[in-house]
């Protein structure tokens, strides 16, 4: 791409920028601000790094207006750098697929694919599912009966969609996720237990991202509901009736037991972990490896187990360090009191 194009790209989505250098250079890819070079673009946002910002030999650097004269290398001046970069990443790593169905996947005749389906080696479809247009399914997915996959959507390798799956718009789903599986439900009786089919759905709005090896499992009775623009990490289980509001991020190995609802715009972080049938309300923070035991009905940032309000928890880990030193100095009060004891104890 010229950086031209990068130009018109930037504006077309919406971001206000400007350009001083060269307008005939072509960028290749991007690339970090240490290892940038002529025909490589990179972002600057961060002051701890005004020296590799210095040194960088990067063909653009896309820098906000105030952090312009840092660097004299040719750059795009845009309030938000890093959601630039992110744009002109994508452009520049665009995969491009052919509108062309491999000769060993197996479609459902009742199936509709729509204009420019990429669908890959040993897929399967099932009947009466729909895969809107200008779709990728990656070899091996499976896509079972009743399901729906909107328009652009991209399905890994090793997907699985169980039946009556909703996928919205512009959603990836990557390699090796299952969504709309079997709940866990049974009913216990008599020392043994009873499996509860699971007759809800699993329902994905709009650009939606899942990772590798993420479990979604579809609802009991009501549906599990992923909202739009939610990112999920790798290797995460969200159980059945569970609710995430829109814009909900959450990092790898977090859980979420089943019917709880969490606001919009949360952030879980990696190894953290949701008690069942609770509410979380918006803009709630939790921290890496926390438990949440109990609803949390104000946003904020939320750490520890049991979790609690982050500036509290951090207070306590730091009396916690001291422990030792406080039951050392107990010991030496304890013999001082003792001594004290004995000694008015004899004058008695």
Not at 45 to 73: H, M, Y
Not at 76 to 98: E, G
Not at 105 to 126: D, E, K, M, R, T
Not at 293 to 310: E, V
Request: net charge negative; hydrophobic share 40%; proline share 3%.
């Amino acid at each position: 791409m010229t950086l031209e194009q990068i130009l018109n790209l930037l504006t077309h989505r919406g971001v206000e920028c400007d350009y001083t250098g060269a307008m005939s250079d072509e960028i290749h890819q991007v690339a970090s601000l240490g290892q940038a070079g002529v025909h490589e673009l990179t972002f600057f946002n961060d002051p701890k790094r005004k020296r590799e910002l210095k040194q960088t030999q990067a063909g653009c650097v896309l820098i906000r207006p105030v952090d312009a004269e840092l660097t004299t290398r040719p750059k795009l001046l845009v309030s938000d750098p890093y959601y630039a970069y992110a744009l002109v990443a994508q452009a520049l790593n665009k995969r491009s697929f052919p509108a062309e169905t491999h000769s060993s996947a197996q479609i459902a005749p009742s199936a509709i694919l729509g204009a420019n389906v990429f669908v890959g080696a040993n897929v399967c479809v099932g009947e009466n599912a729909v895969i809107e247009d200008d779709c990728v399914i990656e070899a091996g997915a499976i896509i079972q009966s009743n399901v729906f996959i909107g328009r652009g959507s991209y399905v890994g390798a090793n997907v699985t969609l169980a039946d009556a799956v909703v996928v919205g718009a512009d959603v990836y789903l990557d390699a090796g996720c299952v969504i709309g599986g079997q709940g866990f439900g049974f009913a216990p009786h008599q020392g043994q237990w009873h499996r509860i089919p699971q007759i809800g759905r699993v329902v994905i709005g709009d650009r939606v991202f899942i990772g590798n090896n993420t479990t979604v499992h579809r609802g009991a009775l009501e549906d599990t509901v992923i909202s739009d623009d939610c990112i999920i990490d790798a290797q995460v289980q969200v159980a059945h009736n569970v609710k995430l509001g829109q814009g909900v991020a959450v990092a790898a190995q977090s859980g979420f037991a089943g019917s709880t609802e969490v606001g919009a715009h949360c952030q879980f972080g990696g190894q953290s972990g949701v008690s069942g049938h609770l509410s979380i309300s918006d803009g709630v923070f939790v921290g890496a490896k926390a438990g949440v035991t109990h609803s949390l009905k104000q946003s904020g940032a939320y750490a520890g187990f049991p979790a609690t309000d982050a500036a509290s928890w951090q207070k306590n880990m730091v009396r916690v360090k001291s422990l030792d030193k406080m039951a050392s100095r107990i010991k030496v009060l304890e013999k001082e009191l003792s001594a004290l004891k004995a000694y008015l104890e004899k004058d008695i």
